[in-house]
Nanobody, 124 residues
Framework: QVQLVESGGGLVQAGGSLRLSCAAS????????MGWFRRFPAKEREFVAA????????DYAESVEGRFTISRDGTKNTVYLQMNSLKPEDTAVYYC?????????????????WGQGTQVTVSS
C-alpha cells in the first residue's frame, strides 16, 4: 500500500504562485509514476503532470506547460508541483497519485493510489 498526503493548497491572486507537496509513505518503488491531477466541479479528474519516481522525463498537460513544474525529492519521499502564473481557470481540487508501473499515463483510471486532494483557488 502507498499513502499519499497533499498539502500547500490555498487562495492566491491571478499571476501568483503556489507549491503543492505530496508526501508518500508505505510501499513505494523507483519505477512508480507520480502524477498530479485536478478536478473541476462536476467533471472528471484531469491530468496535470507526471514524473517517474526514479527520474526521467517530465510530462505536462498543454494547459500548464511552461507555468507548472513537477519535481521529486527522494530523501523526503515527496513530490512537488510548483505552480506559477496562476489563472482563475486553474481553480480546482488538486490530487497527487501514484501508478505502480514504469509506463507514463495521463489516464486517471490507471493510477492506483490517491491522496485526499487539496483546494487551489485563484481569484481574478
Amino acid at each position: 500500500q502507498v499513502q499519499l498526503v497533499e498539502s500547500g493548497g490555498g487562495l492566491v491572486q491571478a499571476g501568483g504562485s503556489l507549491r503543492l507537496s505530496c508526501a508518500a509513505s508505505g510501499r513505494t518503488f523507483s519505477t512508480y509514476i507520480m502524477g498530479w491531477f485536478r478536478r473541476f466541479p462536476a467533471k472528471e479528474r484531469e491530468f496535470v503532470a507526471a514524473v517517474r519516481w526514479s527520474g526521467g522525463r517530465l510530462d505536462y498537460a498543454e494547459s500548464v506547460e511552461g507555468r507548472f513544474t513537477i519535481s521529486r525529492d527522494g530523501t523526503k519521499n515527496t513530490v512537488y508541483l510548483q505552480m506559477n502564473s496562476l489563472k482563475p481557470e486553474d481553480t480546482a481540487v488538486y490530487y497527487c497519485a501514484a501508478r505502480a508501473s514504469p509506463a507514463y499515463s495521463r489516464l486517471y483510471s490507471s493510477y492506483e493510489y490517491w491522496g485526499q486532494g487539496t483546494q487551489v483557488t485563484v481569484s481574478s
